[in-house]
């Protein structure tokens, strides 16, 4: 898990970075870019609820885990949202034209 952290943490930073600077960016307030957050938001939202159902399948039928090891889990999950939600809007943003 320290692998996975060591790999998650640097680009969920850089992730937030990049969205906090589009959203509170002049882009970010056209409606070109209200669009194009609110379709990061439709991309990084189900992250969350689908990893959820199957860390908790995998925990009643398949094999019992442990506390720290769902905790775990459960940030990697988080990382990923703001991940996922910051390479969209890294990947689309040349899209929106600022508004001068």
């Known amino acids: ?3 996975i952290g060591l790999l998650l943490v ?3 930073l850089f ?3 990049i969205s906090l600077k589009f959203t509170w960016g002049k882009a970010g307030k056209s409606e070109e870019g209200k669009a194009l957050l609110h379709r990061s938001y439709v991309w990084s939202a189900p992250i969350f609820p689908i990893g959820w ?9 398949i094999q019992v885990l442990h506390f720290e090891t769902y905790r775990t889990t459960i940030w990697i999950l988080v990382l990923l949202i703001f991940i996922i939600q910051g ?9 929106v034209s600022p508004v001068i």
């Open 53 to 61: 159902l199957l860390l908790e399948s995998y925990h009643k039928y």
């Open 1 to 3: 898990m320290l692998v």
């Open 87 to 95: 390479a969209f809007i890294f990947r689309n943003k040349k899209s």
């Open 15 to 17: 992730s937030l970075y």
């Open 10 to 12: 640097p680009l969920f």
